[in-house]
């Protein structure tokens, strides 16, 4: 069964400051990963998802984040956080069959001014 | 722009009542996802459709849980005989079907669900 680890429920970020949003998973064989973002009172937005090739993928308002096969990684990250960054990020996991979205519980990023 | 929409947003409802949530995906979508998401967690999944086909199922689906996809558009959840640990957002998401993307979902706002 697959599964998402996110071992960090909150992440404080000064303004301006690099930030990283950690997540690692369990699949068998090669692994679909998605970053969405969850704002209050919101629905889930997609951020960004690997699928293949390129192990840094770039996604919505500077996001990226690398796929690290041997570490089972899947990490969100932005070079410059901004206080619009704040909300709850969520990583998700499938294989390649249809097996659904499995989630991870989320981790609350606070950006500081 | 017509998105995943869901109605109710909010239902306030006494234990033991029977509560109906609807989703209307994204026209094109012919899959269709509910997941259940409690305060502090990630969502769960709970069922999916493809077209009206009901494919999965997870365990978390009591049998007082029932979802229906009739004409492979719009979807209800209904949940009879509510008990307290059902308070949670309910949140639909649809998708087109793997073959054509990689199961990139698209979620609504959700419906929250308060059994008192």
């Known amino acids: 069964a697959q599964s998402v680890a996110q071992p960090e429920d909150q992440v404080n970020v000064a303004e301006g400051n690099p930030l990283t949003v950690k997540c690692t998973y369990s699949?068998?064989?090669?692994?679909?990963l998605f970053w969405y973002v969850q704002y209050p009172n919101r629905g889930l937005q997609f951020l960004l998802k690997?699928?293949?090739?390129?192990?840094l993928v770039k996604g919505s308002y500077g996001f990226e984040a690398e796929f690290n096969k041997s570490q089972t990684s899947f990490h969100l990250k932005k070079p410059s956080a901004l206080v619009s960054d704040s909300a709850l990020y969520f990583c998700?996991?499938?294989?390649?069959?249809?097996?659904?979205?499995?989630f991870g519980k989320g981790t609350r990023l606070s950006v500081i001014a | 722009d017509t998105g995943v929409s869901q109605n109710p947003r909010h239902k306030i409802t006494k234990r033991g009542q029977n509560v109906t949530f609807r989703c209307d995906p994204i026209?094109?979508?012919?899959?269709l996802y509910w997941y259940r998401q409690t305060l502090g967690q990630g969502p769960e999944f709970l069922t999916y459709?493809?077209?009206?086909?009901?494919?999965?199922k997870s365990r978390l689906l009591s049998d007082r849980f029932s979802a229906e996809r009739p004409k492979g558009s719009f979807s209800t959840l209904e949940i009879q005989r509510t008990e307290q640990g059902d308070s949670a957002m309910y949140l639909c998401?649809?998708?087109?079907?793997?073959?054509?993307?990689?199961?990139?979902?698209?979620f609504g706002e959700g419906s929250r669900l308060t059994v008192l």
């Open positions: 998401a649809s998708s087109s079907s793997p073959g054509t993307n990689t199961g990139e979902l698209f």
């Open positions: 699949v068998s064989g090669n692994p679909y």
């Open positions: 690997y699928i293949t090739g390129d192990n």
């Open positions: 998700a996991v499938r294989d390649r069959g249809n097996t659904p979205l499995v």
């Open positions: 026209s094109e979508h012919n899959r």
């Open positions: 459709f493809q077209n009206e086909a009901q494919l999965e």
